[in-house]
């Protein structure tokens, strides 16, 4: 790792001083850009063939590029480049935990970024705030929450319940400070009550966005009572909603969003009758539903099972275990990967497991504990059975990846 470490610093050096000595406008030969897939520009090179430097600079932090791009407009058009974002994607690993939260006394909403490496030590938790880019977000309700994220793109909505006001979507790259406000869609007339459930995630077949909504719907018309689930899909290309098959189960459970994994978004359903949870998985290439069955003894729980993703793993919590699908789709690979309940000790007795956020090289496990308002990090090796807290928090993280992907493309 030290070996590493200095061969990427002097590379990153390196092509620092590159960069200072093109901006110079130094005399050089000039490399004409000959890669088919990428927009063409010219780039002076004093020694390193393009696609090297390509290589070096697609694995800088997404911050050291935003301050690159005042070197020179091929720089910039370089750095700006929709492939070249994607190729940064494909080798980031620089991960930070978002907390969106509302300001009384301003009235504004503000995105906390945590550095994932330093939200265990005792200082210096390497917190950047930003302010919501959105002053419609603001308008109608105070109720607001992350939806989910992909790519470095974070997808934000306002309140679940809708009767009087259009919903608000907006995607958000808060490592590049561009966000685009999806366009609203009608509420059906006569509804008493509207609830929500949306899913964010990328459709590898068409390279394209997409964010589905799951919309339950109680009104009366003449008289009758009607009760109903239906599906729509927003795609980032063409900028518009449009309605999709109805949604196969009688609802999704409450407060609980669609989860992104293996291309597609995944809902923990049940059915009103017979009170039988499972996840519907909905693939957002063909956009197609599938039933994924549960762990035996979860379908009828008395209350929902906490749904999220580790790694690339569906992954359940209930009762204090933790449950992960290890292969897609195939039920038999649920396994049991642990119990926390031995680490609710005094004074943490009272707090309940909400999500299982990240998982570490070395194995370790980032856990999100809850008590009321409050929330603890714990950082744990199931392996060695080992743990560590963190800070009080006070809003619900969703982890994110930096990265240079436009919402507005």
């Known amino acids: 790792k030290f070996k590493k470490t200095c061969l990427l610093g002097s590379i990153y050096i390196y092509w620092f001083s590159l960069a200072k000595f093109q901006s110079r406008d130094m005399r050089s030969p000039k490399v004409m850009r000959t890669n088919p897939n990428m927009s063409s520009f010219d780039v002076s090179l004093p020694t390193l063939p393009f696609d090297l430097i390509s290589e070096i600079v697609s694995r800088l932090p997404v911050k050291s590029l935003l301050q690159f791009r005042c070197v020179s407009k091929s720089w910039k058009s370089l750095i700006s480049d929709p492939i070249f974002a994607r190729k940064h994607l494909n080798l980031s690993t620089t991960r930070r935990l978002l907390c969106l939260s509302y300001d009384k006394h301003s009235h504004r909403f503000f995105l906390n970024s945590y550095s994932l490496q330093s939200i265990f030590r005792d200082t210096d938790y390497n917190i950047t705030r930003l302010e919501y880019p959105s002053d419609n977000i603001c308008k109608g309700s105070l109720s607001h929450y992350a939806v989910g994220s992909c790519d470095g793109i974070l997808c934000v909505a306002t309140c679940r319940f809708f009767l009087d006001f259009k919903p608000l979507v907006v995607l958000w790259n808060p490592s590049i400070r561009k966000f685009k406000e999806l366009p609203p869609f009608e509420n059906p007339p006569g509804l008493d009550r509207l609830y929500m459930s ?212």
């Open 198 to 409: 949306y899913g964010f995630g990328y459709d590898h077949a068409s390279h394209d966005y997409k964010v589905v909504v799951i919309y339950n719907l109680l009104g009366i018309n003449g008289g009758i009572v009607w009760d109903t689930t239906k599906a729509k899909v927003y795609t980032l290309s063409t900028d518009s909603w449009r309605t999709i098959q109805p949604f196969p189960f009688d609802s999704v459970s409450s407060y609980q969003q669609g989860r992104y994994v293996s291309g597609s978004i995944n809902w923990l359903a049940y059915s009103k009758g017979t009170h039988q949870r499972c996840i519907i998985s909905f693939d957002l290439g063909h956009e197609t539903y599938q039933m994924i069955r549960m762990p035996l003894g979860l379908e009828r729980t008395p209350k929902d099972p906490v749904f999220s993703v580790l790694r690339d793993w569906l992954c359940l919590i209930f009762d204090h275990d933790v449950w992960v699908m290890k292969e897609y789709g195939v039920k038999e690979s649920w396994t049991k990967l642990f119990n926390v309940t031995h680490l609710l000790d005094p004074p943490f007795k009272s707090f309940v497991l909400t999500n299982v956020l990240y998982i570490f090289q070395d194995d370790q496990l980032l856990l999100l504990f809850r008590k009321d308002c409050e929330r603890r990090f714990i950082l744990y090796n199931f392996k060695n059975d080992t743990s560590k807290v963190s800070f009080m928090l006070k809003d619900f993280p969703q982890l994110c990846v930096e990265s240079l992907i436009s919402p507005c493309s």
